[in-house]
C-alpha cells in the first residue's frame, strides 16, 4: 500500500499552490470548483516522487488551532534527496522567513529541515 494522496485545509489556495509549485517542483491541476458545496475549491499537487497534494479552500473555515501541538497530523515529511538538497532548501527557506528549524541530524536518525507553508504548517525536508 501507499499513501494516495493528503490534503490540507488553506485559506491561501493560490499561495498554497505557488509554494507547492516553487518550493517542490509540484505541477498542478486545472482548479475544481464544487457544484455542489458553494465555496469549495481544490488544486491537486503532483510531485515527482510520494503522495499528491489536495489543497482545498472554503470561505468559512475556522481558525488554526493556538497550540502548535495538538490530536491530529503534525506534519508532513518530504525526502528532497541528498542532505546538499536540505541545506539548500532550508538556506532559501531562511532568506524567505520560513525556516522553522536549521538542518540537523535528529535523535531519531533523520537529516532534515522544518519549514512553514503560507498558512504555517510544518513541513519536514529529509535527506539521505
Not at 503534525?74 to 538556506?91: F, L, Q, R, W, Y
Request: aromatic share 10%.
Amino acid at each position: 500500500m501507499k499513501i494516495a494522496h493528503v490534503a490540507l485545509w488553506t485559506r491561501h489556495l493560490d499561495a498554497q499552490v505557488q509554494f507547492w509549485e516553487t518550493i517542490f517542483a509540484g505541477r498542478c491541476n486545472a482548479r475544481y470548483v464544487s457544484q455542489n458545496r458553494p465555496g469549495f475549491e481544490s488544486h491537486f499537487i503532483t510531485l515527482d516522487d510520494g503522495p499528491t497534494i489536495e489543497l482545498m479552500t472554503l470561505p468559512e473555515l475556522p481558525e488554526a488551532p493556538v497550540f502548535p501541538e495538538f490530536v491530529g497530523w503534525a506534519h508532513i515529511a518530504i525526502n528532497v534527496g541528498a542532505k546538499a538538497v536540505v541545506d539548500t532548501m532550508a538556506e532559501n527557506a531562511r532568506q524567505t522567513n520560513t525556516l522553522l528549524s536549521a538542518p540537523r541530524m535528529t535523535g531519531d536518525g533523520y537529516y532534515e529541515a522544518v519549514i512553514a507553508d503560507p498558512d504555517g504548517n510544518r513541513i519536514e525536508l529529509v535527506g539521505e
